[in-house]
């Protein structure tokens, strides 16, 4: 009954921002961490960020200093703010969490379909 869907990736030159958002339908009951990853041509998925229910939030080395993860409870979406791309930022980004839905017994991992961001002049 949960769905996630991202938005916001697209084409950006190099120096430049984008701002993804991942919004979860249903009716969520909690969530207890909400995160980014990535997947560049030719590697593995990486973790980017995390947030967890508290707010505590954690990052890649890599994105440290330039992307922010933050997070709107109300409307059950979490966004990465991405600034100074670097062509290196090139992958597909996907949304994941754990919560626990209306009618769900427990909490369970979600994954959304991913957006491209592409980052090249």
């Known amino acids: 009954q949960v769905q996630l869907v991202e938005s916001g990736g697209g084409l950006v030159q190099p120096g430049g921002s984008l701002r993804l958002s991942c919004a979860a339908s249903?009716?969520?009951?909690?969530?207890?961490?909400m995160g980014w990853y990535r997947q560049a041509p030719g590697k593995q998925r990486e973790l980017v960020a995390t947030?967890?229910?508290?707010?505590?939030?954690n990052y890649a080395d890599s994105v440290k200093g330039r992307f922010t993860i933050s997070k709107d409870n109300a409307k059950n979406t979490v966004y990465l703010q991405m600034n100074s791309l670097k062509p290196e930022d090139t992958a597909v980004y996907y949304c994941?969490?754990?919560?626990?839905?209306?009618?769900?017994?427990?909490?369970?991992?979600?994954w959304g379909q991913g957006t491209q961001v592409t980052v090249s002049s």
């Open positions: 249903g009716t969520i009951l909690s969530i207890n961490v």
């Open positions: 994941s969490g754990n919560l626990r839905r209306l009618g769900g017994p427990r909490s369970s991992d979600y």
């Open positions: 947030i967890t229910r508290g707010g505590n939030t």
